[in-house]
């Protein structure tokens, strides 16, 4: 069977991963903080908290941004359920809008959704492309949208106008005008779940990139302390001979890194564009040649003139199909010992949402693209004859229509 997503795992991570475990701190330190730096020189920026998953960040986010009951925060439809349970867990409201054909938040989409309550907009970069940041961020701006933006606490005043805080669980190393996720948006989060393009077992970060008067530097520090109880002191400066006084500021959460997780990242990130990345593309490329000119067929955008993608998912849709058509050719897939996936199955088809009214006959264009799509697997391990195998499965799986 050729597994959909597992985890690279070679003797350099065991390596380093055993050294960290040996060095006698174990929880966030050193390594930890390495990482967060390698991470902001990635993406060019000055600022990164590293977290223990992206949900925690992006929940940590809309806590320190406030958000509450009476709030409401943008998300797309199509996205895994983080993006949304998160905005749930503060009490707030996400309004769901649909996506275009390329599975991205539409910016028109956003406009409409806009209300006087809007606090927070949640673009998603789907399977790694980036979403249209110069439009979003040109419609938070806008003095009429600004105008209608009423801050309920100091921090939201300071802003002024709402916040975009991108889901980039999938997109990190993607490009949109030259500049890298993370320094897209205000803030920028994301994934490093095992099945995630760089993982760290589990994991996230939080890019900070927000504008004047912001002081990003004194916002890490103050973030750091939110992640961790909101203790003045984390576990390491204590360690220190005498310092053993702390105090607490405000009820914080529980959500930093460790050191054993951030030794992981740490020898992915060198790798992570020239090994990585240029593999996926390749896999990309493969399945691109493939089906590009076989009618059935319909392939991802990832590369366009303004975007690269980070080739997290290479999601084919069929041109002919509903539902059942395609969960059938998906059966003959896995037939042929071949693993696929559906990235997702849209928020207003999930029983959680159902419950609070979420109807997805009002995301048309997001229940058609579900309908037909199937998730190709790409990783580092994947190799030329098994990604000959997928092709050969999925045409022939699609054959016997
Ligand atoms: C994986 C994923 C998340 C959640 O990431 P965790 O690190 O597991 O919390 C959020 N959003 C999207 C779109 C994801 O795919």
Same mark, same amino acid.
């Given at each position: 069977?050729?597994? @959909? ?13 055993? +050294? ?10 050193? !390594? ?17 908290l590293?977290v223990?998953s992206a949900s925690a960040g992006l929940e940590l986010i809309?806590?320190? @941004? ?16 983080a993006t949304?349970?998160v ?35 949640i ?42 805080m991108a889901d980039a669980a ?6 949109? !005008?030259?500049?890298?996720t993370g320094?897209?948006t205000?803030i920028t989060v994301f994934s ?12 996230g970060a939080i890019c ?17 302390? @939110? ?43 060198? !790798? ?65 010992? +071949?693993?696929?996936? +559906? ?28 309908? !037909? ?20 499965? +999925? ?7």
């Open positions: 069977m050729i597994p @959909f997503s597992p985890p690279h795992i070679d003797d350099k991570i065991i390596e380093e991963v055993v +050294v960290a475990l040996k060095s006698g701190w174990i929880t966030t330190g050193p !390594r930890t903080k390495a990482f967060e730096q390698k991470i902001a020189q990635y993406c060019g920026i000055r600022r990164v590293n223990s809309l806590r320190w @941004f406030g958000i509450g009951p009476g709030d409401e925060v943008i998300v797309p439809a199509y996205t895994y359920t949304a349970e905005v749930l867990h503060c009490g707030a409201k996400p309004v769901m809008v649909d996506v275009g054909d390329d599975f991205l938040i539409t910016p028109d989409n956003i406009r409409k959704a806009i209300t006087p309550n809007t606090k927070v907009i673009p998603v970069d789907i399977a790694g492309l980036p979403c249209d940041y110069d439009d979003i961020n040109r419609i938070v701006n806008e003095p009429a949208v600004r105008e209608h933006f009423h801050p309920t606490n100091d921090v939201q005043r300071q802003l002024g106008r709402i916040l975009v999938h997109s990190l190393g993607a490009r949109y !005008r030259n500049r890298r320094a897209l205000d490093f779940h095992a099945v995630k393009n760089l993982t760290t077992a589990e994991g900070l990139n927000l504008p004047e008067p912001f002081d990003v530097d004194a916002l890490y520090q103050e973030l750091c302390t @939110f992640s961790l109880h909101g203790q003045s002191k984390d576990a390491l400066a204590k360690t220190k001979p005498g310092n053993w006084r702390y105090d607490v500021s405000c009820a914080g959460y529980k959500c930093n890194m460790t050191d054993v997780a951030a030794a992981i990242g740490l020898i992915e990130i060198d !790798r992570y564009e020239d090994m990585i990345l240029s593999r996926r593309r390749a896999i990309f490329e493969a399945y691109t040649q493939a089906f590009k000119d076989d009618n059935r067929f319909q392939i991802p955008e990832y590369e366009t003139v303004d975007k690269t993608s980070s080739f997290h998912v290479y999601a084919l849709r069929l041109r002919q199909a509903d539902e059942a058509r395609r969960d059938a050719v998906i059966q003959r897939i896995f037939d042929q010992e +071949v693993s696929v996936n +559906v990235h997702f199955i849209p928020l207003p088809m999930l029983t959680c949402y159902k419950k609070l009214g979420y109807d997805i006959r009002n995301y048309p264009v997001t229940y058609d693209n579900y309908s !037909r799509e199937i998730s190709l697997p790409v990783y580092y391990d994947l190799t030329d004859e098994q990604v000959e195998l997928v092709i050969e499965a +999925v045409k022939k799986a699609a054959d016997l229509e």
